[in-house]
């Protein structure tokens, strides 16, 4: 098992009295898989009040072909009837189960122009699921399959954005006073950390998505002549799964007395097999072109950091798929430094681009394709990320994860309180008062 290190004690690794369901290896490895790659062809003319747009793309047999006379070739082309639905269940889904199932980290980008339906994809809208949304479902229902008295599992939230090169975090109850860009650390062994960066334990879906709609109140936004509501930043969620399992080894010493003093105290030989691994559901924000967003001051800034970062990220996507190997600097731009784990290999990971099919965005849906046939020639190369303990070692923090969660889900709920009071628009009244007043 590769990252695997044999437990320090004085016997041979014995083998486990464990439900079959935990007896299976969580040595998965995906050695040398390319990154996926999946073009979203969003309907004609649903971004627009032009009635006489004229189809320059339509999708083929897992393709794309361009006025019946150039054809690209990817692992997935969804057409303009697809839903997210079928997106998740044929590309996404098997990514997420690695990280529920197999401890392996994942990353799912979407990509593409602005209002070419990354955010649709990524979060849904109004009664519309979005890959968040199921794949939060699958992961707590992953989770829920596999509880016994012998596993703890545990799922935590961050949610920062990268606005003009400033990484801010968008949990923070700091934010508004202190809006100071969050510092990313790297140490000798090449892992990636942001200082003070907030993570919220989540429960169930329910609970995710109320966090989630925490951060994107605070997301930075704007409107363009291409999308009232445009992302001017890179949006990373993070769900981060923990889990815990104590193995326990058969005695050698089988006497009645033995026994009992077992069943009073953990025995002396257990020891606990951690995982954690992260799913990066990451928006970009969509690439600008003045022309036609009709961006000026502040907002054209905006575009022209925007673009610059996505050009970076695929200046590093083109030096991984080179054969031979070459330096790649990850430093370039606050979004590849970041991803810059699940960019160089230690991942899974799946590429979704969006694009709209009118001849109106003919260089921009060029310019999404080129990024993905780049992507297409990555590999990844993803192990469990796993690390074993002597039992007693984790009790302590086990009971001190427990209060952090009772603690930051008393915040949650007074964060969301406050939140339903300020959009609702009416007087706030004496009985809610009171009620926000008992909570804090």
């Known amino acids: 098992m590769l990252g695997h290190r044999t437990p320090r004690t004085s016997f041979a690794r014995p083998r486990l009295s464990v439900p079959k369901s935990q007896s299976k290896s969580k040595t998965k490895k995906a050695t040398g898989e390319s990154v996926k790659v999946a073009i979203r062809i969003r309907p004609l003319g649903s971004n627009s009040s032009n009635e006489n747009l004229i189809r320059a793309f339509r999708a083929g047999n897992n393709s794309v072909?361009?006025?019946?006379?150039?054809?690209?070739?990817?692992?997935?082309?969804?057409?303009?009837?697809?839903?997210?639905?079928?997106?998740?269940?044929?590309?996404?889904?098997?990514?997420?189960?690695?990280?529920?199932?197999?401890?392996?980290?994942?990353?799912?980008?979407?990509?593409?122009?602005?209002?070419?339906?990354?955010?649709?994809?990524?979060?849904?809208?109004?009664?519309?699921e979005g890959l968040i949304q199921y794949a939060g479902r699958d992961i707590f229902k992953t989770i829920e399959q596999q509880m016994n008295?012998?596993?703890?599992?545990?799922?935590?939230?961050?949610?920062?954005?990268?606005?003009?090169?400033?990484?801010?975090?968008?949990?923070?109850?700091?934010?508004?006073?202190?809006?100071?860009?969050?510092?990313?650390?790297?140490?000798?062994?090449?892992?990636?950390?942001?200082?003070?960066?907030?993570?919220?334990?989540?429960?169930?879906?329910?609970?995710?998505?109320?966090?989630?709609?925490?951060?994107?109140?605070?997301?930075?936004?704007?409107?363009?002549?291409?999308?009232?509501?445009?992302?001017?930043?890179?949006?990373?969620?993070?769900?981060?799964?923990?889990?815990?399992?104590?193995?326990?080894?058969?005695?050698?010493?089988?006497?009645?007395?033995?026994?009992?003093?077992?069943?009073?105290?953990?025995?002396?030989?257990?020891f606990v097999v951690k995982t954690s691994s992260t799913l990066n559901l990451v928006d970009l924000a969509g690439s600008e072109s003045v022309r036609l967003t009709g961006a000026t001051g502040q907002q054209k800034k905006e575009g022209g950091m925007i673009n610059q970062s996505l050009l970076t990220l695929s200046k590093v996507l083109m030096s991984l798929g080179q054969k031979t190997p070459c330096h790649v600097n990850y430093r370039d731009s606050k979004l590849t430094r970041i991803l810059k784990p699940s960019l160089s290999g230690n991942a899974r990971m799946a590429v979704i681009c969006c694009i709209s099919p009118s001849d109106n965005y003919i260089d921009e849906t060029r310019s999404t394709l080129q990024f993905a046939t780049r992507a297409k020639l990555v590999k990844t190369s993803a192990t469990t990320n796993e690390m074993i303990q002597s039992h007693a070692d984790v009790i302590a923090k086990l009971r001190l994860d427990l209060e952090q969660a009772k603690l930051a889900n008393e915040r949650l709920e007074i964060q969301n309180q406050e939140l339903k009071l300020a959009t609702s628009g009416s007087a706030t009244t004496q009985a809610e008062m009171i009620e926000l007043y008992n909570l804090k």
């Open 65 to 128: 072909i361009e006025d019946s006379k150039r054809e690209y070739n990817y692992d997935y082309v969804f057409g303009e009837e697809a839903d997210t639905t079928q997106i998740y269940s044929e590309l996404v889904k098997d990514i997420v189960s690695s990280v529920s199932n197999d401890g392996l980290n994942s990353t799912i980008f979407t990509y593409g122009q602005t209002s070419s339906g990354k955010t649709f994809t990524m979060q849904g809208i109004h009664d519309t």
């Open 149 to 270: 008295i012998n596993s703890e599992s545990a799922v935590k939230l961050s949610y920062v954005e990268i606005y003009n090169e400033v990484l801010r975090d968008l949990l923070s109850d700091k934010r508004k006073s202190n809006p100071a860009s969050l510092v990313i650390r790297e140490d000798m062994k090449g892992v990636i950390a942001i200082e003070n960066l907030k993570q919220v334990p989540v429960r169930n879906l329910d609970q995710l998505m109320q966090v989630f709609r925490v951060g994107e109140a605070n997301k930075s936004i704007g409107s363009t002549k291409m999308n009232d509501r445009s992302s001017r930043s890179h949006a990373i969620l993070q769900i981060t799964v923990e889990k815990k399992t104590t193995f326990n080894a058969p005695s050698e010493d089988c006497s009645d007395e033995k026994e009992n003093n077992e069943l009073a105290s953990p025995k002396k030989n257990s």
